[in-house]
């Protein structure tokens, strides 16, 4: 399963690398992309992974989660 997280307060290629760390940190996340310039995160992952866990991962390392939906 893919899931799309859109994320506020990335300004550079060091918070892109911050989000990446985060994200892959939460069991069950098997790939992370972020893109700066859409400021979102495309993470793949086990169906188990509550969307809650994500959210926290990246508004833990300091940036703002404002939607999180999945992949069509």
Do not use: F, W
Not at 39 to 63: F, I, Q, W
């Amino acid at each position: 399963m893919e899931k799309v997280i859109q994320i506020e307060g990335m300004s550079c290629q060091h918070c892109v690398g911050h989000v990446e760390t985060a994200l892959r940190q939460v069991a069950g996340v098997r790939k992370v992309r972020v893109d700066l310039s859409q400021k979102r995160a495309t993470v793949e992952v086990d169906a188990a992974v509550p969307d809650e866990k994500l959210k926290a991962a990246v508004e833990d390392g300091g940036y703002d989660v404002i939607a999180i939906r999945e992949n069509d």
